[in-house]
């Protein structure tokens, strides 16, 4: 696949083959307090006029730029969040890591940074740095290679561009290992986690950035974070809408009039909540059970369900709660898996919300096909190969570009 300027000139494809690998040194020592830290990095340089520069799988190293970059100036980055996990017989896999790569081309189109690749030439990469840390990744439940691809404006962003677009990027990929301590301080077993809902910062509202991953939407809102609650609990419109909790998406279990059990979400028409990759999953395995077209049980969850992707607000929990229609609340994201709300405090009250035995279900599926325990029959799960450094590639030449 290779992108066409305007003025005629065909930009380079990112290419897994001109990969130029950079072993660590026998002398390689971890910097103190880096040593949860993938110890390997892959990074991908991009500009305007020639498009993707060579792959590099070399040492994790600090990155440099003009004060004046982007990046730095105006937060021209967004990111992904992925997991690697390590199955029984030690082989390692990516969820649906396909999905995660168009959502980064999403979030980097939206901010003006370089938006095409081949998915399969970027994932020959990604299992290629996966499976230099092999020995690392855990294999306990719960544990993971935590994986951060970042893609910047790394040429200066100061001042009006002619036309909105990044001269010079940077694609780089890191990872950091996750020992089950879980992302928030969600441990309180079965209990779930603590919300403050939120009315003092807004996350997120008609026609913003919500609904990409870019670096600008955490830095702004993490100062509302209250202690004693995991994360804040997103609202927005004079409603009191919900639309996410820390980064996570959120369901709702309601029982509906009809006696069906409804799992309610946002939705994403309306730009405000991020696109979770574990929110589709979890949409579609429901569904699935629903009309029978699974061929394998989400045990101990009803027949009688339905996915509804609507707004819901703050007062329509109070009243879920008072009339007891509410059966449970869930967020879902790749940190946290699928997490229980156990309450939430708003106008300073608390709530209670109460737990509900599908939420462990869900959770249990989802970490099972994650970790290669279970087949949902769709290929979630994408194993990656094995890779010998040794062999051939290690030895592709090193492109040097002129400065
Ligand atoms: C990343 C993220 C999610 C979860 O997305 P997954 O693809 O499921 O990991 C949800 N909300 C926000 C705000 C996020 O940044």
Same mark, same amino acid.
């Given at each position: 696949m290779t992108a066409k300027q305007s003025n005629g000139h065909t930009l380079a494809p990112i290419q897994a083959s001109s990969l130029y690998f950079t072993p660590l040194p026998p002398t390689h020592v971890v910097p103190p307090g880096k040593e949860s830290h993938g110890r390997y990095m892959l990074t991908i340089p991009w500009n305007r006029v020639s498009g993707w520069g060579q792959p590099k799988i070399g040492p994790r190293q600090d990155l440099t730029f003009d004060p004046l970059a982007g990046v730095l100036q105006y937060a021209v980055t967004c990111f992904e969040g992925m997991k690697c996990y390590k199955?029984?017989?030690?082989d390692l896999r990516l969820f649906r890591p396909k999905k995660n790569f168009d959502r980064l081309k999403r979030s980097a189109g939206r901010l003006g940074l370089p938006c095409e690749w081949d998915n399969d030439e970027l994932l020959e990469l990604f299992a290629k740095l996966m499976a230099l840390e092999q020995p690392l990744v855990p294999s306990t439940d719960g544990s993971n290679l935590y994986i951060r691809p970042t893609l910047l404006e790394t040429s200066e962003g100061f001042g009006i561009k002619?036309?909105?677009?990044?001269?010079?990027?940077?694609?780089?990929?890191?990872?950091?290992?996750?020992?089950?301590?879980?992302?928030?301080?969600?441990?309180?077993?079965?209990?779930?986690? &603590?919300? @403050?809902?939120?009315? /003092?910062y807004i996350r997120a509202w008609p026609g913003g950035t919500g609904s990409y991953k870019l670096g600008a939407n955490y830095g702004t809102v993490n100062i509302s974070k209250k202690?004693?609650?995991?994360?804040?609990?997103?609202?927005?419109? &004079?409603? @009191?809408?919900?639309? /996410?909790?820390?980064?996570?998406?959120?369901?709702?279990?309601k029982e509906a009039p009809d006696g069906y059990l409804e799992f309610i979400t946002m939705p994403l028409s309306n730009g405000i909540v991020l696109p979770g990759i574990t929110r589709e999953s979890i949409i579609e395995l429901l569904q699935d059970h629903a009309s029978d077209k699974q061929d394998f049980p989400l045990e101990g969850v009803p027949k009688k369900i339905r996915v509804v992707e609507r707004d819901f607000s703050m007062p329509e929990i109070i009243k879920g709660l008072e009339d007891g229609t509410l059966k449970g609340m869930f967020g879902c994201g790749t940190g946290v898996v699928v997490v229980t709300v156990g309450e939430i405090q708003y106008q300073s009250q608390t709530y209670k919300i109460p737990s509900n035995p599908i939420i462990k279900v869900l959770r249990d599926t989802m970490t099972g096909i994650q970790r290669g325990k279970i087949d949902e029959g769709r290929s979630w799960s994408v194993q990656v190969p094995e890779w010998n450094p040794q062999g051939k590639e290690g030895e592709q030449e090193e492109h040097v570009t002129a400065a």
């Open positions: 199955t029984d017989k030690g002619e036309d909105a677009f990044a001269a010079e990027a940077l694609l780089y990929v890191v990872t950091t290992l996750n020992l089950g301590l879980g992302l928030y301080p969600s441990s309180e077993g079965d209990k779930g986690i &603590k919300l @403050d809902a939120c009315n /003092e202690p004693g609650y995991a994360m804040s609990l997103w609202l927005h419109g &004079k409603e @009191d809408f919900i639309s /996410e909790a820390g980064a996570m998406n959120v369901f709702i279990i």
